[in-house]
């Protein structure tokens, strides 16, 4: 009965990988977009469906205390849940899902982290987060055009520098670096944020802008608290074969690390390999016009 941590950046985290049921065929996801995150339908040991947020931003899987309590979910002791903006964290139960389902896919003995801040549920509008990162050794595609995740077998083809890219992990969350008005920088690559293109608070500062950044709000994960704010870069952001000029951005008080969240995604048909630590980013307007 140990303890460990999880981490994770806007809907946070839970689980550890776990056998599934191995499938040849696509399996293919209504989303639910209304909330700016992905919600998808999922079976807990056979009873549901429950709204979970499907998050790239989450290191493992989460579950609300509500239904772990309801479902009567076996207690393995706790986990220190952490976020990118606090050194601290909060101490949560950890429970065992036998049984966990989306669509015709299966996953047995999974480990979920219990939410046990209110707050946080309610923002979430959901009975849980299901890590992207679970799906080890399938293709997982977010496609927020056509409102449908993918989950198939297979594997992305070498890094080329302009569509497909190695990413990188800080915190346990997959990321690529940005070059953002010249500076390298590295981002997130996180469903389950609301954000566009949202740079680390030590850039509030350091870059030209078109528009100066204003406090516009707050937003918080399940450790704290944070300021944001909204302005537009005077250059671009490039990486690979595509550049955003000028864009408008938001700014994250206390995050070191940048953030790539809701609207970035809606613009790209987003593919993670996890197994191979790789994604590739395909413009839309690029589908489109190659349709």
Known sequence: MGSRTVTGAFALLLAAPYSNAQTTDPTKVALDLRTMRPIVEVFVNGEGPFKFVLDTGASQTMISFDLASRLQL???????????????????????????????????????????????????????????QDFHGYLVTLDYRQRQLTIAPGRLPEADGKTVFDYLLRQNIPGINLDVMGQSTFFHLDSGSPFYIALPGTMLTTLDYEKKPQMVGSAGTVTGIFAVYSGKLAGDIKFGQYTITKPSIEVLDKMPYGNLGYRFFRDYRVTFDYAAHRIRLEFWKDIVAGS
């Open 74 to 132: 076996p207690r393995e002791g706790s986990v220190m849940v952490t976020a990118p903006n606090s050194p601290g964290g909060i101490r949560s139960p950890q429970h065992r899902i036998r049984e966990l389902r989306i669509a015709d896919l299966k996953f047995f003995g999974v480990k979920a982290t219990a939410i046990i801040d209110d707050n946080f549920q309610k923002m979430l509008r959901a009975d849980g987060v299901l890590s992207a």
